[in-house]
Structures are given as structure tokens and as C-alpha cells.
């Protein structure tokens, strides 16, 4: 089993920047699964992006694409979710996924899919006022 922890979040300004960590601890795999999601008050938890830590091939939810961007420190299990020219739909609380050993073709497919993780973070909050 994977454990997943979160850092970063926090507050900014519409247009403004912020840097979300996720460590994956516990049985590691060459191939995983790594996801960010998204849920705010009232609303369903939505998929932000994702990489398959293989390759390192990424997947982004459209509203995000060109403004966030995910790398992956494979030595260090850790993947990181820049979050730039952020906008107030953006706010909410940010969860940390894993699949371990997922393959591709699952990630590559499934990685919108929230009941396609396993592992989650507690969760880290995004806050953007206007």
C-alpha cells in the first residue's frame, strides 16, 4: 500500500502561482499512476492532471492545460503540480492519487477517473481570490 502526502497550497491572487508536492512512500513500483484532484464545496472532485511515472507521460483536464504542469522527481518519489496564471475556479481542496503499478494503458485511459486510485492524501487547500 502507497502512502501519499502533500504540501504546498495555500492562498493567491487571480493570476498568481502556486506549487503543490505529493511524496509517494511505501511499495513503489517503477510504474504508477499519479494524479491530482480537485473538489470544491459543494461540487464533484474533478481530475486536474495526471503522469504515469514510467515515462513520464502527463494528462491534463482542458481548463488547466497551458496553465499547469506536472513533473516527476523519480528519485525522490515525488511529483509536483506548478499551478500558474491561477483563476478563482480554480480554489479548492487539492488531492493527492496514486495507482501503483497501473501500467499505461490504465493511466493513459482512466486517469480522470477518480474510482481509478487506490492511495490518497488528506488533501491540501487552494485558494484564489479575484
Known amino acids: 500500500q502507497a502512502q501519499l502526502t502533500e504540501s504546498g497550497g495555500g492562498s493567491a491572487q487571480a493570476g498568481g502561482s502556486l506549487t503543490l508536492s505529493c511524496v509517494l512512500s511505501?511499495?513503489?513500483?517503477?510504474?504508477?499512476?499519479m494524479a491530482w484532484f480537485r473538489q470544491a464545496p459543494g461540487k464533484e472532485r474533478e481530475a486536474v492532471a495526471a503522469?504515469?511515472?514510467?515515462?513520464?507521460?502527463?494528462y491534463y483536464n482542458t481548463t488547466v492545460e497551458g496553465r499547469f504542469f506536472l513533473s516527476l522527481d523519480n528519485a525522490e518519489n515525488t511529483m509536483t503540480l506548478q499551478m500558474n496564471s491561477l483563476k478563482p475556479e480554480d480554489s479548492g481542496m487539492y488531492y493527492c492519487a496514486a495507482l501503483v503499478a497501473s501500467g499505461g494503458g490504465r493511466c493513459s485511459r482512466w486517469w480522470w477517473s477518480a474510482g481509478t486510485f487506490s492511495d490518497w492524501g488528506r488533501g491540501t487547500q487552494v485558494t484564489v481570490s479575484s
Open positions: 511505501g511499495t513503489i513500483y517503477r510504474g504508477n499512476c
Open positions: 503522469i504515469y511515472t514510467f515515462n513520464g507521460l502527463t
